[in-house]
Structure formats: structure tokens, C-alpha cells
């Protein structure tokens, strides 16, 4: 019999290629980590220290559907590549980063642009840009028994078949190592904890009834509509 006064929370989770599921702790989110895309939202590309926010576990959203927002009329599309933590740890080095991976998968990082302007302009926070529901559409997440460690390839969005983003993998700033490594020195990493690897630049809005179409290549695809 669990003591808690109110009914626990379940955890929460998101679909695998396999058939199971993968539970999630925490979704750590990089900020601009590919160049194009720090330019085109006004920023110098150069190298200067990542920096990452959150969304919250039930952000993730595996259904297909993105429910259009409220209190925003700019809301934006990124495509991101997946990271899934099967553990973690804090300091943990390059060298042994990637044996804390158990896969990867496509995911959206969708983002109330106004009001993520807004706090930017105020120097407030960004969860109210960034971490609402559903805010986080993902595809099933793949191991890497199958799809090793994708660490270059095409990454690419399409909105109503017309591209939008396109990069590479290999263009990020900070490779999934790095991020892992830097993040466990902030932060106790562990297992359930997922990264959003960055997206490329090509970042706009959506309006309901647009059709998103995510891809990495090596990884797979994801469908997402804008109800
Ligand atoms: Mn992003």
C-alpha cells in the first residue's frame, strides 16, 4: 500500500519500434545547435557553450495529432533527431557517452514562437513557449542494435509535401556525446532521460490542417497533423 495522499501520477511513455515502450524522465532540450539555424533566429553561429531547457515528460506525444495551441498565432516546427537514455550517471565521458544510449527517433520540437519572443525580450523563462501539451510529437524510438549511433545523414521536414528544413546530422554544433557528457556534469543523467538533438534551420509556422512530415535519414519518419 503506497502512503501517497493523492493517486500517483503514471509514468509516462512513449511507443518503440518493438512493440514496447520506453519510459521517460526527463526531455532535455538543445538550443540552437546547428549554425543555419542560430543565424536565422539572430544569433552568432560561433562556437560558445551549449545550452539546454526542458520540456516536460508528457510533453512527448506519440499520436500523430498536434492540437494547434492556445494564447499563440505563431507557432513553429523543428525537427529534431531522439536520444533515449537506457542510464546515466554525472561526469561521464566522451569516451563512454554513447554506451548510455538505447536509441534514437524523430521527433518535433514545437514552439510558440510569440511567446517564446516575448520571454526571450523579458529575460523570463521558456517553458511557456516551449513546454505545453504536446508540444513534443515523436516517432517511435529505434535501438541501436538497429540503428547504431546515427551521427550524419539527411534531416528534413516538410510541411504539406513543400520542404521546409533540411540539414545534416553531421552539422550539429554538439554531437550526441558532447551533450550527454556536458549535461551530466549539470545534471544527474539517468535512465528514461531523453535529449533533443537541435534542429536545422528552415524553422515556421504551421496553420491547423497542415501535414508535417519529419525525417532523418537512417532513423525513419514521422507524420504529424496540425488539428
Ligand atoms: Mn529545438
Not at 83 to 90: A, D, H, I, P, Y
Not at 100 to 115: A, C, N
Not at 116 to 128: L, N, S, V, Y
Not at 151 to 171: H, K, M, P, Y
Request: aromatic share 8%; hydrophobic share 35%.
Amino acid at each position: 500500500m503506497s502512503d501517497n495522499v493523492i493517486e500517483s501520477p503514471e509514468t509516462h511513455t512513449i511507443p518503440t519500434h518493438e512493440g514496447g515502450t520506453f519510459p521517460v524522465r526527463r526531455v532535455y532540450c538543445i538550443g540552437r545547435n546547428f549554425a543555419a539555424h542560430a543565424v536565422e533566429m539572430g544569433h552568432d553561429p560561433d562556437r560558445e557553450p551549449p545550452f539546454f531547457f526542458q520540456k516536460n515528460p508528457d510533453n512527448l506525444d506519440a499520436s500523430g495529432e498536434f492540437p494547434y495551441p492556445s494564447h499563440s498565432s505563431d507557432v513553429h516546427h523543428e525537427v529534431e533527431l531522439l536520444v533515449g537514455l537506457k542510464s546515466g550517471g554525472t561526469n561521464i565521458t566522451l569516451d563512454e557517452a554513447l554506451d548510455h544510449v538505447w536509441g534514437y527517433g524523430v521527433s518535433l520540437d514545437m514552439t510558440r514562437r510569440d511567446l517564446q519572443g516575448q520571454a526571450k525580450k523579458m529575460g523570463r523563462p521558456w517553458e511557456i513557449g516551449k513546454a505545453f501539451e504536446r508540444s513534443g510529437p515523436v516517432g517511435p524510438l529505434l535501438p541501436v542494435s538497429e540503428v547504431g549511433h546515427p551521427d550524419q545523414g539527411r534531416i528534413a521536414l516538410n510541411v504539406n509535401n513543400e520542404l521546409r528544413q533540411e540539414g545534416d546530422l553531421n552539422q550539429m554544433i554538439w554531437k550526441v556525446p558532447e551533450m550527454i557528457s556536458y549535461l551530466s556534469e549539470y545534471f544527474e543523467l539517468r535512465a528514461g532521460d531523453v535529449i533533443m538533438a537541435g534542429t536545422p534551420s528552415g524553422v515556421n509556422a504551421v496553420q491547423r490542417g497542415d501535414v508535417m512530415e519529419a525525417t532523418i535519414e537512417g532513423v525513419g519518419s514521422l507524420t504529424v497533423k496540425v488539428t
